[in-house]
């Protein structure tokens, strides 16, 4: 049996839901990335009848994880840099990780950030896959093993709004945010409701 400070990964099967579901439930756990990872803070959701997500035309070579088994990774490169993080939930639903708060591997992270400034080493989809060291080879990949997976963490006061860094749905409130973190990659506007 796994202690309370160590414990077990979440299954295939808890990823299995609603990827709004699953980015809210995602917000104080923590994710291990072959010994670099952190505290969850931020994640949105991606459904396939959201026209801002990559499943929403079908299936197809890149977004071929969306469409596969729930929690596995899905890793594509933006704007032809950086690579982004994904957990797979439902078919076609993803949630993207956004940011986390850099606790374990702070060594690697820095060297390959090339900052050692605690809020910029992991806070953005493009920082945080550089600090995690993620490859498109994890894509794919399950997240079911002690050095790649996710564990539960603490209760997190959270916040919801509009999604970043897109043009179309920009009004569904799929963005999940610790509230009050200084690791976010961009605040909340203010007035926005919060839930524990």
């Not at 690579?83 to 956004?98: K, M, Q, S, Y």
């Not at 993620?134 to 959270?158: K, M, Q, Y």
């Not at 897109?166 to 007035?191: K, N």
Request: with cysteine; net charge positive; hydrophobic share 35%.
């Amino acid at each position: 049996m796994k202690s309370q400070t160590n414990p077990a990964p979440f299954p295939a099967r808890w990823f299995a839901r609603p990827a709004p579901d699953v980015a809210r439930g995602l917000i104080g756990a923590t994710v291990t990335l072959r010994g670099c990872g952190g505290m969850v803070v931020e994640t949105e959701a991606y459904t396939p009848d959201d026209p801002a997500s990559h499943s929403f035309p079908g299936p197809t070579a890149r977004n071929a994880a969306m469409f596969g088994p729930p929690g596995r990774a899905y890793v594509y490169r933006s704007y032809g840099i950086h690579l982004c993080l994904n957990v797979t939930c439902g078919e076609g639903h993803a949630v993207l990780i956004r940011a986390i708060v850099p606790e374990h591997g702070l060594a690697a992270m820095t060297t390959r950030r090339g900052t050692d400034h605690p809020r910029l080493l992991a806070s953005g989809p493009g920082r945080l896959g550089q600090a995690l060291g993620v490859t498109l080879a994890d894509n794919h990949r399950p997240f079911d093993a002690p050095d790649f997976a996710f564990r539960a963490g603490r209760p997190a006061p959270i916040i919801t709004g509009p999604r970043i860094g897109i043009t179309r749905a920009t009004d569904r409130p799929w963005r999940f945010g610790l509230a009050g973190s200084p690791y976010l990659s961009r605040p909340f506007p203010p007035g926005l409701s919060r839930s524990g």
